[in-house]
């Protein structure tokens, strides 16, 4: 996973000075003048942290953030801000912001919410790959299996099962054989954890 940053600022001094910070340790740094034109081009890009600067003219970083989320983007968030304003800063953190930072901004400060924020977004992915491998294996399950499934994440004995689908305790024991070897697991912990992940979508 390449280290993306995208800075967010009308300040072109602010931009140069916190790319070249960024850049000298290893972060690949894209830097937008306007957020209209990153808000444009963000569905786009590949998901990295954004540092968003909190007062800018025709869209604030806050009301940004909001858009961003409107379009269900919600990368890691940095704001910052060259006024010490209370109410902004926990309007930030509502909108989902990790950090608030006040200009001129302390670059370990920096570097460290970003190294924070890359942590997230390498936890979201693990996320994602897991609802998805869950998804897949739900999806070539037969109907009947699927029912079956639902039932052993819910705890019920086969014969529960059978008495709640009108089966043979036998039949119901060969549906939980086929979702064991199409899983690859037999154990009721981690197909209620396939369950559980397909049910919260992708």
């Not at 890009?45 to 989320?69: F, H, N, T, V, Y």
């Not at 926990?90 to 920096?110: I, Q, T, W």
């Not at 997230?120 to 491998?133: D, G, M, T, Y």
């Not at 070539?140 to 529960?160: D, F, P, Y």
Request: contains cysteine.
């Amino acid at each position: 996973m390449k280290n993306y940053v995208y800075l967010v600022d009308d300040d072109e001094a602010v931009r140069k000075a916190l790319t070249l910070l960024l850049e000298t340790v290893g972060l690949n740094v894209r830097s937008f003048g306007a957020p209209e034109t990153f808000l444009n081009q963000a569905a786009s890009l590949d998901p990295g942290c954004l540092i968003l600067d909190i007062r800018m003219p025709a869209i604030s970083g806050l009301k940004l953030q909001e858009k961003l989320r409107e379009h269900g983007i919600n990368w890691p968030t940095v704001v910052i801000s060259g006024h010490g304003d209370i109410e902004a800063c926990r309007r930030a953190f509502r909108n989902g912001a990790m950090d608030f930072l006040s200009k001129p901004v302390d670059e370990h400060d920096l570097i460290d919410a970003i190294q924070k924020g890359h942590a997230e977004l390498k936890a979201q992915e693990q996320v994602s790959a897991e609802r998805a491998e869950a998804l897949a294996l739900v999806h070539h399950l037969s109907v009947r299996e699927q029912e079956v499934l639902g039932m052993i994440a819910k705890g019920l004995t086969t014969k529960q099962m059978a008495d709640a689908l009108s089966l043979s305790p036998r039949t119901v024991e060969s549906h939980r054989a086929a979702i064991a070897a199409k899983a690859g697991t037999s154990s009721a912990a981690e197909l209620t954890r396939y369950w559980l992940e397909a049910q919260a979508g992708p």
